[in-house]
């Protein structure tokens, strides 16, 4: 209950803190005195990118440095009290609770932001010559460190699923495990080490009355879930970034039957070789690769062939996504030509739907007949294959033309509006009123049939 109670204090401190875009971070260390834990307490403070790498560089001042990093795909701090007070047979927490509470030096971090978490592993890799170890459940008991240079242990933790709560609560407890026994392993073999534990996003946004400041009652009110999206695929020649690429939603299909969701191995696991990548001044080659996708597919490459020119028309540069192509299991390739996919060279370009139908905003045409049997679908397309600065996109050339549906409803409704009323008004001039009047004192009104 001691680690119920911690953040429990944390939540009180927190409440007025409303950002979602951040996510808890617990560390702690066999070494001592590396951190301080009351630095931590900061009512309604979130860490930010620069201030954590401020917190960790006492890691890379140790004699031996052996850093472990528990990634959980969500996590708040509501988590950790509520967690723990509804799950009854199990204990979701226990070893992290008694690891804070026995090591030589310990670190609660109640919010983090999610881009200094999202972008920890690469900064870390720029502090230090680490090596870097990918650690999946079955591996753990095999652990062997090699204690010659420093070391970075990735353990991606099992994913949580929310809809149902005794799998939440069973799943982590079946990630405290992991934590505890990779730890015990270490431990075993007199290795100093610190771990870090957090995760890219956070599970839920706070709706509590108590953390609220909107007092106002809102109609069918729901708790607000938080989406956070993925960080954009990078491609590197060496030393700067030269392709960015990210969608929401990137699938392919074959044969009307055969379906493959590409979106998870791309953007969240990174299950993808894009070493075949290929940049210039004047070209640049995205290629994706795949294996072991389905039954059906063994391997897949797609590749984005893109081209910076100068066009004398504008006098400025512009590059374009020429076309785009699917190569299964080394068979010849499926190639589409692609149409209005392209941007000043300095700009970004986004969609929000590209693929073979020619109902999307940018369409993939087929080439060949090869390139017939597939069906292609990015939701949010961006790419950017040029003038990179800083590792992230520049502004977004868009697809939508001026005229888009919408306006062009707008546009359609308020003429017909205005016809009708221009109408009635005109209906309204013609109204005249009578030339002759009947008195009804007097004698009848005749009005003779030639008049």
């Not at 790498?53 to 031996?64: E, I, K, R, Y």
Request: aromatic fraction near 10%; charge should be negative; proline fraction near 4%.
């Amino acid at each position: 209950m001691a680690l119920v109670q911690l953040f429990c204090c944390f939540a009180m401190l927190f409440k007025l803190a409303l950002s979602v875009d951040h996510v808890p971070m617990l560390l702690w260390s066999t070494h001592s005195s590396l951190w301080n834990s009351e630095a931590t307490l900061h009512e309604g403070h979130i860490i930010s990118k620069r201030e954590l790498h401020m917190l960790l560089q006492p890691v890379f001042t140790q004699d031996s440095r052996n850093l472990v990093l528990f990634f959980q795909d969500t996590l708040s701090i509501d988590d950790f009290t509520y967690i723990s007070e509804t799950s009854e047979n199990e204990k979701p927490f226990h070893n992290v609770q008694e690891l804070l509470e026995s090591s030589s030096s310990s670190l609660v971090l109640s919010a983090v932001e999610c881009q200094a978490t999202s972008h920890l592993l690469d900064y870390l890799q720029e502090t230090a010559d680490w090596k870097l170890t990918n650690i999946d459940e079955v591996e753990v008991s095999k652990l062997e460190v090699d204690t010659s240079k420093p070391n970075i242990f990735v353990v991606k933790l099992q994913p949580i699923n929310r809809f149902n709560g005794n799998s939440t609560a069973k799943a982590f407890t079946a990630n405290d495990k992991i934590i505890g026994r990779l730890t015990m392993i270490l431990q075993k073999q007199g290795i100093q080490f610190s771990v870090i534990y957090t995760a890219m996003k956070p599970s839920r946004i706070p709706r509590r009355p108590d953390i609220v400041l909107e007092t106002r009652r809102r109609l069918m009110a729901t708790d607000a879930t938080v989406t956070v999206p993925e960080p954009p695929l990078n491609v590197t020649n060496g030393t700067n970034t030269c392709i960015l690429f990210y969608a929401s939603n990137f699938s392919l299909t074959a044969n009307k039957s055969i379906h493959v969701d590409l979106t998870n191995v791309t953007f969240v696991s990174r299950k993808v070789d894009f070493s075949s990548s290929a940049c210039s001044a004047t070209n640049a080659t995205l290629s994706l690769n795949y294996t072991g996708l389905l039954d059906g597919i063994n391997r897949l490459e797609i590749r984005f062939l893109m081209t910076n020119k100068f066009y004398a028309g504008s006098a400025r540069n512009w590059f374009t996504l020429d076309s785009v192509e699917i190569v299964q299991d080394n068979q010849k390739d499926a190639r589409f030509n692609v149409s209005i996919i392209s941007a000043p060279a300095e700009y970004s370009f986004h969609c929000q739907l590209v693929g073979t139908s020619s109902l999307y905003g940018a369409e993939l045409i087929p080439v060949n007949n090869e390139a017939k049997i597939w069906d292609v679908y990015i939701s949010e397309f961006q790419i950017q294959g040029f003038s990179i600065e800083g590792g992230l996109f520049s502004y977004a050339s868009d697809c939508t033309s001026f005229f888009s549906p919408g306006i062009w409803m707008g546009l359609v409704t308020s003429i017909v509006l205005l016809w009708i009323l221009t109408y009635g008004i005109h209906m309204i001039m013609q109204l005249t009123t009578n030339s002759r009047f009947d008195d009804p004192k007097g004698q009848a009104l005749s009005v003779p049939q030639t008049e």
